[in-house]
């Protein structure tokens, strides 16, 4: 394994981890409903919207309500699959970190939209959801260029089926 997979597949981990621990813990305050967070879970989104004077998770809109339901229902699960993909070494791990880099850059694409253009965006809001495009591209750059040749053992089976 190269160097720049094995850099890939370590931004990829990083990548998954953050959206495994901090969606249903956090992100998920926005849709689910309350009773089933614990108050220091509550204190630190308030905490953390008033912190990084973050509108959108205070007020949550509409789309941004849609784009909730779509990370836990789909971008959760499959974070959690990049996770156990690669550190298992499974080759169907390029395409789970493919999936969730075309749904976190599409997600984050919408949300730095109406940041940008609200005219309300801080210096740390932006440097909060900004790593979130380069994380999303270096995933979606890791599923498309896996570099992972055909073990020999494959090969011999198949010309063995010939």
Request: charged share 10%.
């Given at each position: 394994m190269g160097v720049v997979p094995a850099v890939a597949d370590a931004v990829v981990v990083m990548f998954a981890l953050t959206i495994t621990l901090s969606f249903p813990l956090f992100g998920g305050q926005s849709v689910l409903p309350g009773s089933l967070y614990p108050a220091p879970l509550q204190d630190f989104k308030r905490w953390y919207v008033?912190?990084?004077?973050?509108?959108l998770l205070a007020q949550p809109p509409p789309f941004l309500r849609g784009l909730f339901w779509l990370e836990l229902a789909f971008l959760w699960p499959l974070a959690i699959a990049t996770l156990y993909g690669v550190f298992a070494r499974r080759r169907w791990a390029a395409t789970?970190?493919?999936?969730?880099?075309v749904s976190t850059l599409t997600s984050s694409s919408a949300i730095l939209g109406e940041i940008l253009f609200s005219g309300r965006a801080t210096t740390k809001l932006l440097l909060l959801y900004v790593p979130y495009i380069a994380f999303a591209v270096i995933a979606i750059l890791r599923g498309l260029c896996s570099c992972s040749a055909p073990s020999p053992a494959s090969s011999a089976q198949k010309k063995k089926r010939v």
């Amino acid at each position: 394994m190269g160097v720049v997979p094995a850099v890939a597949d370590a931004v990829v981990v990083m990548f998954a981890l953050t959206i495994t621990l901090s969606f249903p813990l956090f992100g998920g305050q926005s849709v689910l409903p309350g009773s089933l967070y614990p108050a220091p879970l509550q204190d630190f989104k308030r905490w953390y919207v008033a912190e990084f004077g973050d509108y959108l998770l205070a007020q949550p809109p509409p789309f941004l309500r849609g784009l909730f339901w779509l990370e836990l229902a789909f971008l959760w699960p499959l974070a959690i699959a990049t996770l156990y993909g690669v550190f298992a070494r499974r080759r169907w791990a390029a395409t789970t970190s493919l999936m969730a880099g075309v749904s976190t850059l599409t997600s984050s694409s919408a949300i730095l939209g109406e940041i940008l253009f609200s005219g309300r965006a801080t210096t740390k809001l932006l440097l909060l959801y900004v790593p979130y495009i380069a994380f999303a591209v270096i995933a979606i750059l890791r599923g498309l260029c896996s570099c992972s040749a055909p073990s020999p053992a494959s090969s011999a089976q198949k010309k063995k089926r010939v």
